[in-house]
């Protein structure tokens, strides 16, 4: 199921305490784009009744049932992908354009 790395995590955890969101859940979104890629959302919100639960590094995930399937095997990272530069990343063996990263 769906993954998040330490990393991403302690930056989620940072991004509730300064949005006053703590104890919210962390949705997650997905969409597929005309070229068959896939795009994400993310934010905090409180789970609905019929949201599907995932917990991965002490952060509760929620999302609709719709998404599992196109989030089965994701993971979220938080990554320096240049100098200065961080961002949240998916890595999603599901979205035909992924590339997985390569070892240092």
């Known amino acids: ?8 995590a302690e930056q ?10 703590e104890g919210m859940a962390l949705r997650l979104a997905v969409r597929e784009n005309a070229d068959g890629s896939l795009s994400y959302k993310m934010g905090f919100d409180e789970a ?4 599907l639960r995932v917990v991965s590094e002490g952060i509760e995930v929620v999302m609709e049932p719709a998404f599992q399937e196109k ?18 990343i998916f890595l999603n063996p599901a979205d035909p354009h992924y590339v997985p990263p390569k070892e240092h």
């Open 12 to 21: 989620i955890k940072k991004a509730a305490q300064q949005g006053g969101t």
């Open 71 to 88: 989030l089965e095997e994701c993971t979220l990272d938080f990554v320096e992908l240049e100098p200065g530069n961080w961002q949240f």
């Open 48 to 51: 609905a009744e019929n949201d």
């Open 1 to 8: 199921m769906f993954r998040i790395t330490p990393a991403a």
